[in-house]
């Protein structure tokens, strides 16, 4: 059986919400729901998913925050982490991953 493997860029807000952020923060909750019902249900048919919940990526939309880039995590990092999903045997699945930004604390963005 062929693995076809999905991925969904979501966002940490989704799990971890942030003040003054309900429409963001509930979108990206609400795209972390179905990835879990496609792991569950598709399976067998050999579709797995993930939700890749990053913290601020450094891109102009992050700009609002006014942190350096630097203190940001990087697209590249991003690509990696996708590109490390559709590497793993067909007998791993990865339903969530939450990517943090180094010394944000255990839930910051």
Aim: charged share 15%.
């Amino acid at each position: 059986m062929k693995l076809d493997r999905r991925a969904a860029i979501t966002s940490i807000a989704g799990g971890y919400p942030e003040g003054g952020m309900a429409a963001h923060t509930a979108s990206k909750a609400a795209l972390i729901s179905p990835v879990r019902s496609i792991n569950t249900q598709e399976n067998e048919h050999g579709v797995l998913a993930t939700a890749i919940s990053p913290a601020l990526i450094a891109t102009d939309l992050s700009a609002w925050t006014n942190l350096p880039t630097e203190a940001m995590i990087a697209v590249e990092d991003i690509v990696k982490v996708v590109g490390l999903l559709l590497s793993v045997s067909p007998r791993t699945s990865l339903p969530h991953d939450t990517i943090n930004r180094v010394r944000a604390g255990p839930y910051g963005a």
